[in-house]
């Protein structure tokens, strides 16, 4: 069964820093792309930051330059590292993992962690 746990949010001011966590289980880490999805109140979904099984990241517009994802693969686990942080920041955080089955694609997903950027 796939786990992920995430972990590390909070309320924090502009201009900030957090730290989130997300640590898998039930399947061959290496093996799949990881994701950081967010969604801020009253929104959708919206992925921002991916690492792929080989290693490239690939953010979206609004956090480049001021997110970093990194993985530790003897840990399973898959951090997101959020800098210079915006009240647009401000939203529900999961970590997420897809494969395709027979049925096709499956998302994964964790509860996720609340982040607050708010003065």
């Known amino acids: 069964e796939v786990q992920l746990v995430e972990s590390g949010g909070g309320l924090v001011q502009p201009g900030g820093s957090l730290r989130l966590s997300c640590v898998a289980s039930?399947?061959?880490?290496?093996?799949?792309?990881m994701i950081w999805v967010r969604q801020a109140p009253g929104g959708e979904r919206e992925s921002v930051a991916r690492?792929?099984?080989?290693?490239?990241?690939i953010y979206s517009s609004p956090v480049k330059g001021r997110f970093a994802i990194s993985k530790d693969s003897a840990k399973n686990a898959v951090s997101l590292q959020m800098n210079s942080l915006k009240t647009e920041d401000t939203g529900v955080y999961f970590c997420?993992?897809?494969?395709?089955?027979?049925?096709?694609?499956?998302?994964?997903w964790g509860l996720g962690t609340q982040v607050t950027v708010s003065s």
């Open positions: 690492i792929r099984s080989d290693g490239l990241v």
């Open positions: 997420n993992v897809q494969d395709v089955g027979p049925s096709g694609l499956n998302n994964y």
């Open positions: 039930g399947f061959t880490f290496g093996d799949y792309d």
